[in-house]
């Protein structure tokens, strides 16, 4: 072998420290995969037992004995090093006191990470047995950053929980008792929090009465679907005074109240409709709850908002408002944008997309202009940006009102479908507008994913 083929085959990997070696391991997706390194050599014996990610799901191992075996060795001849990250999926497990101890030694050895789903149907696929969150979980010092994904009973202490905790995620499918609404008033340094969730599938979920309480949250996302939403509509009380970052998608809209959230930065909001309930009760429904949670999210500065049946009486003012992302459905079109522009005073960046969707009343919208133009167009408005613009008359009209009084524009851009119109059509009636802002651009995209456009400023 010459001396460059040598060198081409060199055993780098052998020369790395072992603390990089723990640290490739890391990345592996399950413990099982790093505990096979160990036939490499004896030194790969000794490295994957210092590995500081622990991953265990006994879906990968449809023999419950030997799964439970498996974790029982991995502990037992793992050394004393600390367990940074332990995850733990298990739905065969039905020694529950078994999974005890294991949550006990991760949190021995100064878990950082904890993330658990832990069920027993036990033949009933309907009511499994609910794993109780052990009280070392709630008083670990070290643990960072806790996911749930499964049902638990929460009952946490009355004092001292969660001294450290970050991060906190919990998925509540379908639940089975009302002790997790405990789990969100006790977090103290909590910083970032996702709740996710389905309800209503069985007759006997309980009503659910989310209370958030974390004076250091800044980040909140809340995903959530619910299949009954007359009798069992769960409620979400927020309170989070450094709150900057709030998501909520909700399927159908449930109650939910925003207090002391003066710092939001970017707020999203998408409220789907799917039961199409074009009833006055709906429409009576929708207004109390949009107006409760959009007075929550007044003081934001950018937002997005997706509702299907939203109407303007729902508007509260966004003095704070620079960045808006509408989504309009034809249902209640340009009522919404008239509103919310005359709500908006310092609004500056505007994007618009343009939704069809089924509902009970006429798709055939007028644009009436406002009586007086809203003072964010007269003067601070700088873009605007309209998808899904497929050339109709009231669409043409909104966009010339939009050019003719924007003072401030220096851009518009508007993305069409070239199915239902032609590029020099828009181009020439564009051209015809009065334009307010002698500076201003216009570009014209035929999709939102074409990078050539038709771009022209004032004649």
Not at 185 to 197: D, Y
Request: proline share 5%; glycine share 4%; charged share 25%.
């Amino acid at each position: 072998m010459s001396e460059l083929e040598a060198k081409r085959v060199k055993d780098r990997i052998s020369a790395l420290p072992d603390a990089v070696l723990c640290h490739i391991l890391s990345f592996l997706d399950r413990t099982e995969d790093a505990v096979t390194t160990s036939v490499l050599s004896k030194r790969w014996k000794k490295i994957w037992a210092s590995a500081p990610s622990l991953v265990f799901c006994d879906e990968d191992n449809p023999d419950c004995v030997s799964f439970v075996r498996f974790v029982d060795n991995v502990l037992f001849f793992r050394n004393s090093t600390d367990i940074r990250k332990f995850h733990l999926q298990s739905c065969c497990v039905k020694d529950f006191a078994r999974i005890y101890g294991w949550i006990g030694t991760a949190i021995r050895r100064n878990v950082v990470e904890l993330d658990l789903s832990v069920e027993d149907f036990a033949g009933d696929d309907d009511h499994p047995r609910v794993f109780e969150l052990p009280e070392s979980v709630f008083t670990c010092k070290t643990l960072m950053v806790l996911g749930l994904s499964s049902n638990f009973i929460t009952n946490p202490p009355t004092s001292g929980c969660f001294p450290s905790l970050k991060s906190l995620n919990v998925q509540i499918d379908h639940p089975v008792n009302k002790s997790v609404e405990k789990l969100f008033s006790c977090c103290p340094v909590l910083e970032n929090l996702r709740i996710g969730g389905s309800h209503g599938m069985q007759r006997d979920d309980p009503i659910l009465n989310f209370n958030v309480s974390a004076p250091e949250l800044k980040t909140l996302r809340i995903y959530w679907s619910s299949c009954d939403v007359y009798e069992k509509c769960c409620k979400f009380h927020i309170n989070a005074p450094k709150l900057e970052n709030f998501h909520l998608w909700q399927d159908p809209p449930t109650d939910c109240f925003l207090e002391n959230s003066k710092t939001l930065v970017k707020v999203t909001i998408t409220l789907c409709d799917p039961l199409h309930d074009n009833s006055a009760e709906a429409d009576h429904r929708f207004a109390i709850r949009g107006t409760a949670l959009l007075a929550g999210i007044s003081s934001a500065r950018s937002l997005y908002l997706s509702a299907h049946r939203l109407k303007k009486c729902c508007l509260p003012t966004f003095d704070k408002l620079s960045r808006l992302e509408l989504i309009l459905y034809n249902c209640y079109y340009w009522e919404l944008l008239k509103e919310v522009l005359k709500r908006s005073p310092n609004l500056e960046r505007l994007v618009l997309e343009l939704n069809e969707c089924k509902c009970g009343e006429s798709s055939d919208h007028q644009w009436i202009p406002p009586r007086f133009v809203p003072s964010c167009l007269l003067s601070q408005l700088k873009t605007i940006s309209i998808r899904g613009f497929k050339g109709k008359v009231d669409e043409m009209d909104v966009a010339k009102y939009l050019l003719e009084n924007g003072e401030g524009l220096k851009k518009m851009t508007i993305y069409y479908n070239d199915h239902l119109c032609k590029k020099e059509e828009l181009h020439k009636q564009f051209s015809m507008f009065q334009w307010a802002s002698v500076t201003c651009q216009v570009e014209l995209f035929s999709d939102i994913r074409e990078a050539n456009c038709a771009s022209f400023g004032m004649f």
